[in-house]
């Protein structure tokens, strides 16, 4: 429930944060300014004694935010990915959350199994093991299927872990209010919309029903893409909180020294897993949105592996077209027209000036062209962008927020791998191939197909709207008949006419 005992939670943040150690660690990592130190010491040292204690065995920041639950993990899974944000100390440090989080016993992950399934775990699988991974919302087993003999990972749910969500969502909403409140300017970025996206993403999550479903759809769309797996769904051993796939057998992604000693060319996979996002975004419109070392695996031939599909993105086609002429317009070099992207698609208000928006993004391009990824500064370039956002009167859009956090996650998995990576040259050809397909005489061809579908299906009802059109105009209402307006029968009649020519012209496709 949300409201001001919410307050509480937030103060317990701050406490333990302070109590754990966590607070230096993260304003170190962030390069906080001496200002904002002082004003976290002052509000968190006083409570201390009410933070929570965590695992002293852990890191601070592990610490930290495994003790404060689920959606704070969340979070540092995040970080963990970007160790040229917070360091590379702290990203390893935070990898652990990936999926190696305290796991629940094995005994009661059968329980569950046996509630969801209603069948005994033991005529199921002739093994189960203890868990072989644990993260914030569920973990996995490995098992092997009685009737096949194929290993099988079994996915399970956290016991309670929608009600471990929910409070912490609560007090984030309790936050991101505070933040409006408080601090006007910030309204910009909607922390409220922004926390009501992360509610839906979560809460998807916790269903693993629609996971089942979105790994299905996932696989149709890249069933045909050279050098990346996705474990198959057992449909009928799966259930709301249980979740059961093909094994995937390989060494864990953010394992450089296993990979180099298999004899994997960590350049050749950094490359592939950004241009396999790249293209599962621009082309499919559907992409695996946490992308973390965590969820990938290098299989014995070189192949990715994915799995985890808990949280998927997808973006529209009008979204994709706009991306993906910012990018293009970014590897051109061509940042007048990078700028009069965002103003035609709305990003940024109309009474800015677009020859000073380009400039500010020549500002953000030119440092990093013809770079490798050990001389950008992502922390900086991060500021630069969120002042430039500011200066301009951005505002965040909800629809791009999970795109634009798993960009951030993938590119840092690929300098994991290829410290060097250039990932301008590497989004080149994806790029430029979705800019061939998607504007351009094919795209408007298709394009034309669509609306002759939509209108197809509406044709039998078109003389009927023309003719009500027609009724209404000549016995309108008596406070409209001196301005009659003849617009409404004119796009029916025209409808009429567009919907007879582009049915012709899709038949002849």
């Known amino acids: 429930m949300r409201g001001p005992h919410n307050i509480w939670r937030l103060i317990r943040t701050g406490a333990t944060l302070e109590r754990t150690g966590a607070m230096g660690v993260v304003l170190d990592a962030f390069q906080a300014p001496p200002g904002l130190r002082l004003v976290a010491r002052v509000l968190g040292w006083p409570f201390k004694w009410l933070g929570l204690k965590g695992d002293p065995s852990m890191p601070p920041a592990t610490r930290a935010l495994t003790a404060l639950g689920p959606a704070y993990i969340k979070f540092g899974q995040i970080l963990s990915t970007r160790p040229d944000v917070v360091g590379d100390d702290l990203a390893l440090q935070l990898r652990v959350l990936q999926d190696k989080l305290p796991p629940f016993p094995a005994s009661e992950a059968k329980r569950e199994i046996e509630r969801e399934l209603a069948v005994p775990v033991d005529q199921i699988f002739a093994n189960f093991s203890e868990p072989v991974a644990a993260a914030s919302i569920a973990q996995v087993h490995k098992a092997t299927l009685i009737e096949t003999g194929e290993e099988v990972a079994v996915k399970v749910l956290r016991p309670k872990i929608e009600r ?65 797996q996705l474990p198959e769904v057992k449909w009928d051993l799966s259930a709301k909180r249980v979740m059961t796939l093909g094994w995937a057998e390989g060494i864990p992604a953010g394992d450089v020294v296993a990979i180099d000693a298999a004899g994997h060319d960590r350049r050749v996979l950094g490359e592939r897993i950004l241009q396999l996002f790249l293209s599962h975004a621009l082309r499919d419109g559907y992409f695996h949105g946490d992308m973390h070392q965590g969820n990938l695996k290098i299989a014995a031939n070189g192949d990715i592996l994915a799995y985890d599909f808990g949280i998927m993105g997808r973006i529209d086609e009008y979204t994709r077209r706009v991306y993906a002429e910012i990018l293009f317009g970014f590897i051109r070099k061509d940042y007048k027209r990078v700028a009069e992207v965002h103003f035609e698609a709305g990003y940024v208000p109309a009474d800015k000036d677009v020859d000073e928006f380009a400039r500010a993004l020549r500002a953000v391009g030119e440092p990093i062209f013809g770079m490798d990824a050990t001389r950008i500064s992502m922390a900086r370039l991060l500021t630069y962008l969120f002042e430039v956002t500011e200066r301009f009167g951005m505002e965040t859009r909800t629809e791009l927020i999970l795109l634009q956090r798993t960009m951030v996650v993938v590119e840092g998995v690929a300098r994991t791998l290829n410290p060097h990576i250039n990932i301008w040259e590497v989004a080149r050809p994806i790029v430029e191939d979705y800019i061939k397909e998607s504007i ?70």
């Open 440 to 509: 351009g005489p094919k795209a408007l061809l298709s394009d034309l197909a669509k609306t002759a579908r939509v209108l197809a299906r509406f044709g039998p009802r078109l003389p009927q709207m023309a003719e009500a059109a027609l009724i209404r105009q000549a016995n309108p209402p008596e406070d409209t008949r001196p301005n009659r307006d003849w617009g409404p029968v004119f796009w029916a009649m025209t409808g009429l006419v567009v919907g007879g020519v582009s049915v012709f012209a899709a038949l002849s496709l």
């Open 164 to 228: 471990a969500f929910r409070k912490d969502i609560d007090a984030f909403y309790l936050a991101a209010k505070m933040v409006e409140m408080l601090s006007p300017s910030s309204r910009r970025l909607k922390p409220m919309d922004v926390i009501t996206h992360f509610e839906g993403v979560v809460m998807g999550e916790l269903d693993l029903r629609l996971e089942s479903s979105a790994a299905a759809e996932f696989a149709a769309n890249t069933k045909d893409d050279v050098g990346f």
